[in-house]
């Protein structure tokens, strides 16, 4: 694997604040990936985390770090409902990258939420399901860091095609990165192609988008994120809720 390095300044503590966000997003809108991952490090440090489901812009993102020698702590919502294929792109990423993906669990095993709340959740009340299994887990996890890099892009859905490359994420009280804001799905898949990197080899069987096996399907639709909640009006799980606050 060819490798970049490049000189970072990590600063001693957080000096970025919510009112330079229109000023910093001015700036980075239209510089490289690398730029806004090495400025993120040297503000946040080991206070800076990437987070990923596995799917391509994740991929990416694993990849461009690891090339920049960037230490992020890389971690994965673990719901314990994902794909057998999710959980050897975890596996094979993990060796490609020689790199150890922190698994961020709920507080209920899947049989403690049958007992405590309901059979199959994921069915009668998918929001709740989400934020026992999701929403819950990452507010703890992000509770002691400063930043955390996602791989939401503009193009994905209308819900994500306002976000900013950094927010202020009000739900977790983190700066929230979104370095592939302006990446097309095409571009994504093109730097998965030029690197050979590893994907999830559902994406060749019609899954547009993977998330927990009960609440994913296939779908010939054109939108990156179908088949997620398939016939139901839900389209995210509830950690990437819009930010307005920025767009005030
Ligand atoms: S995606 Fe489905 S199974 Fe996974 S946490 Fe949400 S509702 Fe539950």
Redesign the pocket.
Known sequence: MKTETKEVLLKDSVDVKTDDLPALNNRFEHQLLDDLLIWAFEQFGNELVLGTGFGPSGVVLIHKITQLNLPVKVFCLD?N?LFDETYSLWDKIEKRFNITIESVSPILTLEGQATLHEEE??KSN??R??Y???VLPLQKYLSNKKGWITGLRRSQSDMRKGIDKIEWDSSNKVFKLNPLADWSQGKIWDHIDEHNLPYNPLHDEGYPSI??????EPSKNQDERSG??KNMEKTE?GIHLPNLQNKK
């Open positions: 719901t409902l959740m994921w998918p929001d399901c989400c026992l299994r999701k998330g927990c096996i009960p609440c994913t997620r909640w799980c």
